[in-house]
């Protein structure tokens, strides 16, 4: 898990904060689509790094 955190936060880093540049837009449809697709690639960092390696030691146990 370790091995792999770094390019998770790099590429959730640049994703992030390249959609959040559409924050200042002045066009209200552009602003909440960098607000919503910012915060869904934040939540899925959050998914991957906490709730993926419990999810997958529950599954590969059954096997």
Do not use: W
Request: zero cysteines; a positive charge.
């Amino acid at each position: 898990m370790s091995n792999v955190t770094p390019g998770v936060l790099t590429t959730t880093l640049a994703l992030g904060l390249g959609f959040s540049i559409l924050m200042f837009s002045g066009f209200e449809v552009n602003r909440q689509l960098g607000f919503l697709t910012s915060m869904t690639i934040f939540i899925a960092f959050i998914f991957d790094i906490f709730v993926l390696p419990g999810l997958y030691s529950l599954l590969k146990g059954k096997r």
